[in-house]
């Protein structure tokens, strides 16, 4: 269907708009980034700063995409492509500030954690559900029948290990008072973690049934399952450790039984 001139000049206008803002981002990643390169201590900081700047431009990009679908009835992919990367980049900056590290003690990256301390739990909490957010926007404006569809569990098992790895447990252990400042961050946090990890792992075993038929998600699924199994534990979640341990010992079966069928 052909876009009518005037419609596809007045996106044109606003999308100069939202070019401009992300340059204006560009700008401040590169500021930072300079920065960071003077001053190693504060790293984590300008890492986390840029991983901010990041998710800025993963939200213009979307914008965009559902400008042109709004005033064009166009979805535009390579918008929605530049922030399903944009995403990958946040991911990449935050493995720097806390690990992206499956199958640790929960308390692996504590020296990490202790160099963030001033990026305290609420600020913790806001930048995950500012990701999550943006992660279900691209996921809705690519639309079902997008070739992307077995590339989501990734992202959502990034998020739900970078959201355990800047968890301070060892916070959680010791602040159980509900008067304690961010005692109910921490909490939310935690909840949300607990149900990050057990989603993401069902999503990377229907990857396994529906496409991949690749042990190798089985096995992703069962390690971020091991990792909510050892929070459980530390938490005292009797009924989360049980539903775990379950859904750890189907994983390993059914691996053995991959394992097998392939020697055939």
Not at 54 to 69: A, G, P, T, W
């Amino acid at each position: 269907m052909a876009v009518e001139a005037s419609a596809k000049k007045e996106y044109n206008a606003k999308i100069s708009e939202q070019k401009k803002i992300l340059a204006e981002y560009d700008k401040d990643i590169a500021a930072l980034k300079k920065s960071m390169a003077s001053n190693k201590k504060l790293a984590p900081f300008f890492h986390i700063g840029i991983a901010s700047k990041i998710l800025k431009q993963v939200d213009v990009y979307i914008d965009m995409n559902n400008l042109s679908e709004r005033m064009m009835g166009i979805k535009n992919n390579a918008n929605l492509d530049t922030a399903k990367r944009l995403l990958n980049n946040l991911f990449l900056e935050m493995e720097k500030v806390v690990t992206l590290n499956l199958d640790t003690t929960l308390t692996h990256n504590k020296e990490m954690l202790d160099q963030i301390r001033p990026f305290n739990p609420r600020m913790k909490l806001n930048f995950y559900k500012y990701v999550e957010k943006s992660i279900r926007r691209l996921i809705a404006a690519y639309g079902e029948n997008t070739k992307w569809k077995w590339s989501f569990p990734e992202l959502w098992a990034k998020l739900a290990i970078v959201g355990k790895n800047i968890l301070d447990f060892r916070e959680i252990q010791a602040k159980r008072d509900p008067r304690e400042e961010f005692f109910y961050d921490r909490q939310e946090m935690l909840n949300i973690v607990k149900e990050a990890l057990f989603s993401a792992s069902a999503q990377y075993r229907d990857k396994f049934e529906i496409s991949t038929k690749s042990s190798n998600d089985l096995v992703y699924a069962m390690k971020l399952l091991q990792d909510l199994r050892k929070i459980a534990t530390m938490t005292g979640d009797t009924e989360l450790g049980k539903k775990c341990k379950s859904g750890i010992d189907s994983y390993k079966t059914r691996i053995k039984s991959e394992d097998k069928t392939k020697q055939k």
